[in-house]
């Protein structure tokens, strides 16, 4: 019996390679970002340069980089991901995320990462999810990179998942919520999470990089809401 063809998730036709997850047409009609601040990823006048907010009160993150805004299909895929347990979909997710980052290499200069990790769940949530989803998109990552990771920070509280809280409530949740259990002195990292909203949740992991003496820290995610 001849093996069935892997199609892409977008148009559903066959797929030359089937790791690529989508075809050539429609990863090139994936929805174009606006012009973003090079660090916070926020809408700004200039991709080269902080944007005025980054200059006031900058992320703890040097870099930020994303596929797509939070909108469809990435926004769909996202919440088949890590809602519905349609994990066929990381490696396809994944690849984007590289490419993201290899276009943002070329273009902005981005340090390659010796370490990638990902945003952990807390073990209750994790095993009613089954899995993290941000660490099936560092997995391959990690391989292909030829990184470490992607475990070595832990949830050590249990608390209102993110999208149920405003911007001020984000912030307190994750005050003091996250353990480093690896050595990071002097190393770059590369920080995975599916969705961006506030950074509250990066922005506190990035802290504690940086106040362990990391070198840089950067900030790779599907969606960034803007």
């Known amino acids: 019996m001849l093996p069935m063809p892997a199609l892409c998730w ?7 390679i089937a790791a690529h997850g989508l075809c050539s047409v ?3 009609a994936l929805p174009p970002l606006p012009v973003l601040c090079p660090r916070c990823g926020l809408p700004a006048g200039s991709a ?54 290899l276009d943002a290499r070329r273009t902005r200069g981005l ?3 010796d370490l990638l990790l990902s945003v952990p769940l807390h073990k209750i949530r994790a095993c009613q999810r089954g899995y993290n989803q941000a660490a099936l998109l560092a997995q391959p990552l990690a ?11 832990r949830r050590s509280r249990h608390a209102t998942p993110q999208h149920r809280l405003d911007a001020s409530q984000r912030r ?4 003091g919520a996250f353990r480093l259990e690896i050595a990071v002195r002097g190393r770059h990292i590369a920080l995975i999470d599916d969705v961006v909203t506030t950074g509250s949740t990066v922005g506190e992991i990035s802290r504690i990089f940086l106040a362990q003496g990391a070198a840089s820290v950067q900030i790779w995610c599907l969606c960034r809401t803007l």
Request: with cysteine; hydrophobic share 45%.
């Open 143 to 153: 391989r292909w990179l030829g990184c470490d990771g992607p475990d070595g920070v």
């Open 111 to 113: 340090v390659r990462p």
């Open 172 to 175: 307190r949740s994750v005050r």
């Open 10 to 16: 977008l148009c559903r036709l066959p797929l030359r």
């Open 48 to 101: 080269e340069v902080a944007c005025g907010r980054c200059l006031g009160a900058p992320p703890r993150w040097q870099a930020l980089v994303c596929v797509s805004g939070y909108h469809p299909p990435l926004r769909r895929w996202v919440h088949q991901l890590k809602f519905y347990r349609i994990t066929a979909l990381r490696v396809m997710l994944a690849r984007l995320l590289l490419l993201s980052w």
């Open 26 to 28: 429609c990863l090139r």
